[in-house]
Nanobody
Framework: QVQLKESGGGLVQAGGSLRLSCEAS????????MGWYRQAPGKQRERIAV???????NHANSVKARFTISRENAKNTVYLEMNSLKPEDTGVYYC????????????WGRGTQVTVSS
């Protein structure tokens, strides 16, 4: 079983920056894709960015040029660098990972709150 633990959320003013981290741990860590999702108040959870083991990324249009996803495979860790933050970026950010060995099995972190004040 894989556990995901996010860190780095907090309160920041509009225009500021934050860096989220998520480490995967467990007795047998075997991860394929990793990514970040966001759930704003009263809205559905949306995918923000994903990254393959080879470093190929995909970012949602709403965060392109402002957010950057990266990962360190040796540390089983994925990051989300967030710049030029806007109040609409406020929400709970969840780390997600796809199991490398079992099709259809994925994992979620408990989430970290990001609040951007205007």
């Amino acid at each position: 079983q894989v556990q995901l633990k996010e860190s780095g959320g907090g309160l920041v003013q509009a225009g500021g920056s934050l860096r989220l981290s998520c480490e995967a741990s467990g007795s047998s860590v075997s991860i394929s894709l990793m990514g970040w999702y966001r759930q704003a108040p009263g809205k559905q959870r949306e995918r923000i960015a994903v990254i393959t083991r080879d470093g190929i990324t995909n970012h949602a249009n709403s965060v392109k040029a402002r957010f950057t996803i990266s990962r360190e495979n040796a540390k089983n860790t994925v990051y989300l660098e967030m710049n030029s933050l806007k109040p609409e970026d406020t929400g709970v950010y969840y780390c997600w990972a796809d199991d490398l060995d079992v099709v259809g099995r994925d994992y979620w972190g408990r989430g970290t709150q990001v609040t951007v004040s205007s």
